[in-house]
Nanobody
Framework: VQLQASGGGLVQAGGSLRLSCVAS????????VPWFRQAPGKEREFIAA????????YYTDSVKGRFTISRDRAKNTVYLEMNNLKPEDTAVYYC?????????????????????WGRGTQVTVSS
């Protein structure tokens, strides 16, 4: 399956954006879609994940309370609602698909180790 992220842009600190990740086709319900981001000069960072079927979620601590991940199964789309954005949220955001919702972040890195990431979507937060 191919996934395409979109919805990024330039926003002031404190603002909001909603990113979309569209899958090229429907996949097994047990699969999950994680969002990652990569800031210039930094490693790719896991943000959040959601399962296609039940919508179970998992977040990294740094975005809890500010970011919300959701999905529309009928549209094969996963969303990342980002509120109260900070300059340190500036990065290219990517989505992927993994075979399940993991409860530890290291598993998302392992599962996407050989992933083809595509272009992602740029989010820039100005101070």
């Amino acid at each position: 399956v191919q996934l395409q992220a979109s919805g990024g842009g330039l926003v002031q600190a404190g603002g909001s954006l909603r990113l979309s990740c569209v899958a090229s086709r429907r996949t097994g319900g047990g699969y999950a879609v994680p969002w990652f981001r990569q800031a210039p000069g930094k490693e790719r960072e896991f943000i959040a994940a959601i399962t296609w079927n039940l919508g179970n979620t998992y977040y990294t601590d740094s975005v809890k309370g500010r970011f919300t991940i959701s999905r529309d199964r009928a549209k094969n789309t996963v969303y990342l609602e980002m509120n109260n954005l900070k300059p340190e949220d500036t990065a290219v955001y990517y989505c992927a698909e993994v075979p399940g919702l993991f409860k530890d972040e290291s598993s998302y890195y392992r599962a996407t180790k050989n992933n083809h990431w595509g272009r992602g979507t740029q989010v820039t937060v100005s101070s």
